[in-house]
């Protein structure tokens, strides 16, 4: 598998502020490169988060995060996150990632989010207009939960 797999992806540049003293990325950036990614899918799929969080009447709130690190990213590399939804239930997203330097998947992971009423804090079922752009951008269909 490789980024071009995912039907969306985004390219960063590790910055010198994300790496540690052994040179490489630190752990904890690899969430906020999930983050970004997932951000940016959004943006992709017409739904700008957290524009769209009124207009829902509803909010994204992250219940579960995975990460495997099969390799370390440096400083001032070129990464593609890649990102696609590998489940859309009733009220919960659980997209899956893979960040890629060149040719080489070098961390993979999940990331699950639950669809809730933003006051209340209570999931709810997923938007019709979020549950659409996901569905258009990658023509896949939802399951209940």
Request: charged share 25%.
């Amino acid at each position: 598998m490789a980024a071009a797999d995912f039907p969306f992806s985004h390219r960063l540049r590790v910055r010198w502020a994300e790496v540690d003293k052994q040179g490489v990325v630190f752990n904890g950036h690899y969430l906020t490169y999930f983050d970004i990614g997932i951000f940016e899918y959004w943006r992709a799929a017409g739904v700008a988060y957290p524009d769209c969080v009124p207009l829902m009447g509803a909010d994204l709130f992250v219940v579960k995060t995975l990460v495997n690190y099969h390799a370390p990213a440096e400083y001032d590399d070129w990464l593609d996150v890649a990102v696609r939804v590998d489940r859309l239930g009733n009220s919960s997203i659980t997209f899956a990632l893979e960040i890629w330097r060149d040719t080489n998947r070098i961390i993979s992971g999940e990331v699950i989010y639950v669809t809730a009423d933003p006051l209340q804090r209570k999931s709810v079922p997923i938007p019709a207009l979020l549950r659409d752009a996901i569905v258009k951008l990658q023509g896949i269909p939802g399951d209940a939960e």
